[in-house]
């Protein structure tokens, strides 16, 4: 039953992180009419729910997040499964070659 909620769990994680990148998708078509010139691109890291255990009985979790080769990663939020980051991050990005947003 355990691996059922952490399956059920990371589902959930993933479908918003799928969001988020549908969301990245519909800015990378709005800016492709304007070809070379740079944009800033800001992702807020606000929160996470419901997180499966990771350790013994909590999680230390954190966001890892990479646009157009730069990494930039959230502060840990130790011993939490219901983690409130509330952090921005700044991307400067060429328009023309707008790369997708990956989270781990």
Same mark, same amino acid.
């Given at each position: 039953?355990?691996?059922?909620?952490? $399956?059920?769990?990371?589902?959930?994680?993933?479908?918003?992180?799928?969001?988020?990148?549908?969301? !990245?998708?519909?800015?990378?078509?709005?800016?492709?009419?304007?070809?070379?010139?740079?944009?800033?691109?800001?992702?807020?890291?606000?929160? $996470?729910?419901? !997180?499966?255990?990771?350790?013994?009985?909590?999680?230390?979790?954190?966001?890892?997040?990479?646009?157009?080769?730069?990494?930039?990663?959230?502060?840990?939020?130790?011993?939490?499964?219901?983690?409130?980051?509330?952090?921005?991050?700044?991307?400067?990005?060429?328009? $023309?070659?707008?790369?997708? !947003?990956? !989270?781990?």
């Amino acid at each position: 039953r355990e691996q059922k909620e952490k $399956a059920r769990q990371q589902k959930n994680v993933k479908d918003r992180l799928t969001t988020l990148e549908s969301s !990245l998708d519909e800015l990378r078509e709005e800016l492709e009419g304007h070809p070379h010139r740079m944009r800033k691109v800001s992702v807020k890291v606000k929160h $996470a729910r419901n !997180l499966p255990i990771m350790d013994t009985t909590k999680s230390d979790p954190y966001v890892i997040m990479s646009i157009g080769g730069v990494t930039k990663t959230s502060s840990v939020k130790r011993k939490q499964l219901n983690p409130i980051w509330n952090e921005t991050f700044v991307f400067q990005v060429n328009v $023309a070659e707008m790369p997708k !947003l990956q !989270l781990e």
